[in-house]
Structures are given as C-alpha cells and as structure tokens.
T-cell receptor, first 112, second 115 residues
C-alpha cells in the first residue's frame, strides 16, 4: 500500500533555515500537503503543492517536489521559536482530499 | 465560525471499559473523518462520513470500534471494550469538499489512555 516516510526530529537554531524531508510511494496524487501541529492543538494545513509543480514559495515557506525520486521537502527560512511544532507530510489516497496518508511527523525544535 | 471541537480532551480508562469520543464538525461540513495517532507513529485514517452515511470505514481496526453520525451533525466513536493498544490520540476532521483540493479542518484531538 501507499506509504509516507519522514525523519522524526530536527533541531535548529533561531534564524537558521529548517528543511524537513518526506518520501512517498503513491505517484498518482494530484496534490501533496504539509500539516503543522503546534503543542496542544489540532493539525493545521500549512501549505500544499500541485504534483505538476517543482516548487512553491509562500513567504518563509518553500516546498520542493521531486516526482522522479518521490521526494517532498519543506524549507522554513529564518526559523523562529514559534515554528516549533510537529510537521506532517500527507498524501491523499486516490485523490480523495479527506483520506490522507500521513508520515510519522517531524518534530522541529527551534533553540534561541 | 467555530472550529472542529472534540470531547473529552483526555480520557483515562481501564482495559475492558468503554469510552465514547465525540466530535462536532464545522457547521455545514458534510464530510467528517476520524483519524488516530498511536504512540507517536503516523496518523492513520479510520473512517469517513458523508452526512450520516459511512462512505469509507476501511481504516477501522476491528469491531470493538463503532462510529455513528446520527442526523449528519456530530459524530461519536465508541470503543468497547477498550484494549491497551487503543491508547493514542483520536483526531476528528471535517471538510465541505471531499475532493483533493478540499481542505481538512482538524480538531485538537481526544487523547485516550487505556491502563
């Protein structure tokens, strides 16, 4: 079945860039998503990328998609302590937006 | 507009007991989903309602889990009898649109601890 893999932890210093990586197996998805979970809160859609794009930039966020390698990454520029959270990569099964396959989540720790 | 609300936020029960989790979706959202995250692992899909009908329950682990959405508004997820491996965080999400572009709105989750 489809699978999404992420590394579990990332620690950076405030002001540095963070890069969170994700690999997936389903090559038919129209979109791929990044969700963010802050402590004590639910998941929030952070950004998404169409599968026909290589890159999407949204303020401090840059999403890169390598379809050949089935690799997705999220870069956060000028990382702030408020960016500390768990970041989940998600792939919609059979392009059903609500039935998502999530990775394990990458816990980002930002040190001052 | 109120977001997705879940109750209780945390429940601690003993093995063999019953627990019922409740989810109130965003008003007007026909699609309601249940997900579960066990012990820091990936978040897994459990099931999907469209209004009061179960559209997809392929992720339900076994028949100890029963989900309902009577009247197509709030939903409940009952675990009976609870086992140790049921511990985790149960997330509910809702959306207006079930297509690939339909954004999911998640609740804060109900943490279940089975002792």
């Amino acid at each position: 079945g489809e699978d999404v893999e992420q590394s579990l932890f990332l620690s950076v210093r405030e002001g540095d860039s963070s890069v969170i990586n994700c690999t997936y197996t389903d090559s038919s998805s129209t979109y791929l998503y990044w969700y963010k979970q802050e402590p004590g809160a639910g998941l929030q859609l952070l950004t998404y990328i169409f599968s026909n794009m290589d890159m999407k930039q949204d303020q401090r966020l840059t999403v890169l998609l390598n379809k050949k390698d089935k690799h997705l990454s999220l870069r956060i520029a000028d990382t702030q302590t408020g960016d500390s959270a768990i970041y989940f990569c998600a792939d919609p099964t059979y392009n059903q937006g609500g039935k998502l396959i999530f990775g394990q989540g990458t816990e980002l720790s930002v040190k001052p | 507009e109120a977001g997705v609300t879940q109750f209780p936020s945390h429940s601690v029960i003993e093995k063999g007991q019953t627990v019922t989790l409740r989810c109130d979706p965003i008003s007007g959202h026909d699609n309601l989903y249940w997900y579960r995250r066990v012990m820091g692992k990936e978040i897994k899909f459990l099931l999907h309602f469209v209004k009061e009908s179960k559209q997809d329950e392929s992720g339900m682990p076994n028949n100890r889990f029963l989900a309902e959405r009577t009247g197509g508004t709030y939903s409940t997820l009952k675990v009976q009898p609870a086992e140790l491996e049921d511990s985790g965080v149960y997330f509910c999400a809702s959306s207006r649109d079930a297509s690939a572009t339909g954004e999911l709105f998640f609740g804060e989750g109900s943490r279940l601890t089975v002792l």
